[in-house]
């Protein structure tokens, strides 16, 4: 299995512009979450999901912020309009199941300038 | 109280020390525990699960206790290659997992 896939890796966009970020968990996990690291608040959940319903999205910062799950294999996180102290990675990462380790994806670098 | 809290460090030891992180949750329902390790610009790795009777891998011991609602992990014969920041994972509620804000550590020559 290729692991947890985001994409872009590296994404530089101007304030005001709508960023999708995508991610494709490792087949057959249940679990889809979503992650924001800044050296300021470390590693903050986001979102996540269990059969690609969302489970908890108490950490989204505000109503900028929006993510999907259409399908067992595909998530997106959408954040518009941007601003620049949303620069930060944004990790995916899936589990299977409850009480297993999660794997992270290789994180998307965002700058909004 | 924070869900899961950390010393950052950073804890700068040279070669060949012993070196223990602590983490303290707040949960005390939470059963399951991780250890990961971030290298620079990298994503987080799972670097040992946490049980109830302790587990070692090699020179890393990690151990959960309950009572006081912390885990540690430590490190015996500290290599350059052991040089990252370590995050404790601790679960919360519906089977998310939350990351600690990590303890940076530095091993020199």
């Known amino acids: 299995d290729a692991g947890v896939i985001q994409s872009p890796r590296h994404e530089v966009t101007e304030m005001g512009q709508e960023v999708t970020l995508r991610c494709k968990p490792i087949?057959?996990?249940?679990?889809l979450f979503w992650y924001r690291q800044t050296m300021m608040r470390g590693l903050e959940l986001l979102i996540y999901?269990?059969?690609?319903?969302?489970?908890?999205d108490s950490g989204m910062p505000e109503d900028r912020f929006s993510a999907k799950m259409p399908n067992a294999s595909f998530s997106t996180l959408k954040i518009q309009p941007s601003e620049p102290r949303d620069s930060a990675v944004y990790f995916c990462?899936?589990?299977?199941?409850?009480?297993?380790?999660?794997?992270f994806g290789q994180g998307t670098r965002l700058t909004v300038v | 109280r924070k869900e899961v809290e950390q010393d950052p460090g950073p804890f700068n030891v040279p070669e060949g020390a012993t070196v223990a992180f602590n983490c303290t949750y707040s949960?005390?329902?939470?059963?399951?525990f991780f250890w990961y390790r971030q290298d620079c610009r990298k994503e987080p790795k799972l670097l040992m699960s946490?049980?109830?009777s302790g587990n070692e891998d090699g020179r890393f011991t990690a151990q959960l206790n309950r009572a006081s609602q912390y885990i540690s992990l430590l490190i015996r014969d500290s290599k350059l290659s052991d040089s990252a920041t370590y995050l404790c994972?601790?679960?919360?509620?519906?089977?998310?997992?939350?990351f600690g804000a990590g303890t940076r550590l530095a091993v020199h020559p």
């Open positions: 087949s057959g996990h249940d679990y």
């Open positions: 946490v049980y109830s």
């Open positions: 990462a899936s589990r299977q199941g409850g009480g297993t380790e999660a794997f």
């Open positions: 999901f269990n059969n690609n319903v969302p489970i908890d």
């Open positions: 994972v601790v679960p919360g509620g519906y089977n998310k997992l939350i």
């Open positions: 949960n005390s329902a939470s059963q399951s």
